[in-house]
């Protein structure tokens, strides 16, 4: 069974582009998450999206926004990029709709901005 | 606001040896807690998630366990291997509305294993 798969591995951008990162969940996996990671402040969350609706959001500006797809692969994006947006962006994906069933993660997508 | 700590932020210990790894949270009110385990550049690896009625999961060499009360997990590694040299985190997963959509991370725990 393939696992969380995040596209692209790797980015580099400029400071005022835009990005867009992707994640194909686990097959049969409906709950998408969006973490960022960096060496400073750790794993902090984004945004999470069930049947293509978002349940929660993190506390970041709006300049980073997410979709999730009927299929439930998903989408976040980052507008007007800053330096301090240079982190490993990760997705993990969930069983079902409870608490109850582990997280499991993509490999992330490592973003540089220049 | 849930606060997760694990300390020590670094440990090396030589191969064979058992150890313990320490995972603490501030607010008691979680659903369960998952150990993930972190290698260079890569994403995170699900190793045992221990629901809140729990005291106890075990996979292979690794045991964890949760005292909700108390706001504690330990994570056990026995006969420690040069491949389980990585990143350990813990995280809990809070109760209480859209905020149980989300995991609350610990800085982890990097373990050497010398050979």
């Known amino acids: 069974k393939a696992g969380v798969t995040q596209t692209p591995r790797y980015l580099i951008k400029t400071r005022g582009q835009q990005v867009t990162l992707s994640c194909s969940p686990i097959?049969?996996?409906?709950?998408v998450s969006w973490y960022q990671q960096t060496p400073g402040q750790g794993l902090q969350f984004l945004f999470e999206?069930?049947?293509?609706?978002?349940?929660n959001k993190g506390n970041f500006p709006g300049r980073f926004s997410g979709r999730q797809f009927s299929n439930s692969r998903s989408e976040m994006n980052v507008s007007t990029l800053e330096l301090g947006d240079s982190a490993l962006y990760l997705c993990a994906s969930q069983r079902q709709s409870s608490y109850n069933s582990p997280l499991h993660f993509g490999n992330g997508t490592r973003l540089t901005v220049t | 606001k849930q606060e997760v700590t694990q300390i020590p932020a670094a440990l090396s210990v030589p191969e064979g040896e058992n150890l313990v790894l320490n995972c603490s949270f501030t607010?008691?009110?979680?659903?369960?807690l998952q150990w993930f385990r972190q290698d260079p550049g890569k994403g995170l690896t699900s190793l045992l998630l221990i629901q809140s009625s729990q005291r106890e999961q075990t996979s292979g060499r690794l045991n964890a366990s949760l005292d909700k009360s108390s706001g504690r997990s330990t994570l056990y590694i026995a006969a420690s291997q040069p491949g389980d040299s990585a990143t350990y985190l813990c995280a809990v997963r809070p109760i209480g509305g859209a905020g149980s959509y989300q995991l609350t991370f610990g800085k982890g725990t990097k373990l050497s294993v010398i050979p």
């Open positions: 607010d008691s009110a979680i659903y369960n």
């Open positions: 097959s049969g996996h409906r709950s």
């Open positions: 999206y069930f049947s293509e609706t978002q349940r």
